[in-house]
């Protein structure tokens, strides 16, 4: 990795910021462990850290995927997947909360370059998560799991936002927090500012941060300059 942010991605290049939504903007990756740690052991399994990254950042048909296979209950998709809605939205009425930094990591970039979300969350939960943090004003260009037909990590959900923001993807940026996200970026062409939610997950991306709030990722943000 090169030494600093400035010179793995030179902020005077950039010309749109494009974030993904659940476990960067908002916490919402905790509520989903709390789910899958409840669902695995109604089944008498323990929900480990290896099984987490099997599944984080998926799109909802692979994740379910790698759920019916921990659980030895192939083919029981439906079933499976009726459990853990019910009890994600349960976790989901209390709200979700901001991860450090979000809304002003948005904020800074969007006063000065178009941003936007990419996500493969359902239009509704995107919207939801969006709105409650604030960010309705800046974040309008949304792609969502129904957006494009090919979910990450594909390239289609950072393609098709960088075509509604009107930027080149080579002269955007993406900030991820798993690993199947940054590589859908990197597919398209976007460089990555990945802030893992499961530290050690992501080596492939421009910088790893730890937060939002990293000092380094807020200098870089306050450097960048509408093209």
């Given amino acids: 990795m090169p030494h600093t942010i400035f010179d793995a991605i030179p902020p005077a290049t950039i010309r749109a910021v494009v974030f993904d939504c659940d476990g960067l903007l908002v ?4 509520a989903w462990t709390r ?3 409840e669902l695995y052991a109604g089944f008498g399994v323990e929900f480990t850290q290896q099984h987490k990254r099997e599944i984080l950042g998926r ?4 994740a379910l995927a790698a759920i019916e296979g921990h659980l030895d209950r192939r083919g029981d998709g439906a079933a499976l ?3 853990v809605t019910k009890l994600f939205e349960k976790e989901a009425e209390r709200g979700h909360a901001e991860m450090p930094g979000a809304i002003a990591m948005v904020r800074r970039c969007a006063a000065v370059v178009p941003v936007g979300v990419a ?3 359902d239009p509704r939960h995107l919207d939801s998560n969006v709105e409650s943090l604030g960010l309705g004003d800046v974040l309008r260009v949304r792609v969502n799991g129904e957006s494009v037909e090919r979910l990450k990590p594909a390239p289609d959900p950072y393609l098709l936002a960088c075509k509604r923001l009107g930027v080149d993807p080579r002269d955007a940026v993406a900030f991820e927090d798993s690993a199947t996200g940054a590589a859908s970026a990197m597919a398209a062409g976007l460089r990555v500012i990945a802030v893992p939610t499961v530290p050690g997950t992501i080596d492939d991306a421009a910088w790893v941060a730890e937060s939002l709030r990293d000092a380094d990722v807020v200098a870089w943000a306050e450097q960048l300059r509408a093209g």
């Fill in 35 to 37: 789910v899958q740690t």
């Fill in 27 to 30: 916490d919402s990756e905790s």
């Fill in 59 to 62: 799109s909802a048909s692979a």
């Fill in 81 to 83: 997947w009726g459990e």
């Fill in 119 to 121: 996500s493969s969350a």
